[in-house]
């Protein structure tokens, strides 16, 4: 298991930029695949993004492609989200998750949240028109 902690989300107007952090820590095995989620209340969680910690190309939901990009700090176990040209509809509860059950494996070119099973307690991001 690893554990999750998410950081950086505020309250910015449409247009702005913000940068969430996700620190990872407590799994040290073979490179595995993290991403980012977000949820509205009464809605699923959608997919934002992912990344292979062992390296290779991001994959980023349509509706955030252009605008954010995920990257990662293997040195200091750090997830990151920038977020650029944020609109009111980016408005949510933002989640890092982590897929440890597939060792070695990149990740899969979708987003579906049953495929992780470590999950950080998520960073509020609000955007006001």
């Known amino acids: 298991q690893v554990q999750l902690v998410e950081s950086g989300g505020g309250s910015v107007q449409a247009g702005g930029s913000l940068r969430l952090s996700c620190i990872a820590s407590?799994?040290?095995?073979?490179?595995?695949?993290m991403a980012w989620f977000r949820q509205v209340p009464g809605k699923e969680r959608e997919g934002v993004a992912n990344?292979?910690?062992?390296?290779?190309?991001?994959y980023y939901a349509d509706s955030v492609k252009g605008r954010f990009t995920i990257s990662q700090d293997n040195a200091k176990n750090t997830l990151y989200l920038q977020m650029n040209s944020l609109k009111p509809e980016d408005s949510a509860m933002y989640y890092c998750?982590?897929?440890?059950?597939?060792?070695?494996?990149?990740?899969?070119?979708?987003?579906?949240?049953?495929?992780?099973?470590?999950w950080g307690q998520g960073t509020q991001v609000t955007v006001s028109s």
């Open positions: 407590g799994y040290t095995s073979s490179s595995y695949c």
């Open positions: 990344i292979w910690t062992g390296g290779g190309s991001p």
């Open positions: 998750a982590a897929d440890t059950r597939k060792p070695g494996s990149p990740c899969a070119m979708t987003l579906q949240p049953d495929t992780y099973n470590n």
